[in-house]
């Protein structure tokens, strides 16, 4: 359960505004937690109340903020312990024939690209980035089937050249 005074809402994804001299934070809110990727593999950080918790470690294996937290959230504000600022914006995914893009949605309410064009992550499972499933069920993004369509076809290449080498063994 998200803190309500924090202004995230459940199954929407929120990326922290990145500010000149100060923690850089690559991830996203999802859920109350934070992530570093779109796999949603393992959180970083998360919320307790409106206290935001990240368990990030420096070069020499100390948390980055004093006992890990890094701040308070509230009104899509995440105000770190050191009094800095940061504002908090919804992000998108776009549809899964294009490469995941974010948008960012500007403070008077609108997008930079228009959400009406594209399904959003709620209209696919959680781990789907794509809505296509692979076969252990991880989702196939198509940065995924670049790589898998480029070894098909050097296989296609080396089975052709074989055939050709037996068949003009046999005359």
Known sequence: MIDPTTGMKAGERYSVENVERAH?????????????????????????????????????????????????IKNLTLTLVDGTALKLARIEVSAPTEDIEVARHTHNGGATRNAASAPTFSEHPPTSPGGQLGMEGVGITRKDTVPLLLSAAVMGLLAGLLITHAQRRRR
């Not at 593999?41 to 420096?58: H, K, M, P, Q, S």
């Open 24 to 72: 850089q934070f690559p991830g996203f809110f999802l859920d109350g937690k934070y992530y570093l990727g779109p796999e949603l593999l393992t959180a970083v950080g998360w919320l307790e109340g409106t206290r935001f918790i990240y368990d990030n470690l420096d070069a020499a294996g100390e948390p980055v903020f004093p006992d890990r937290a890094a701040g308070d």
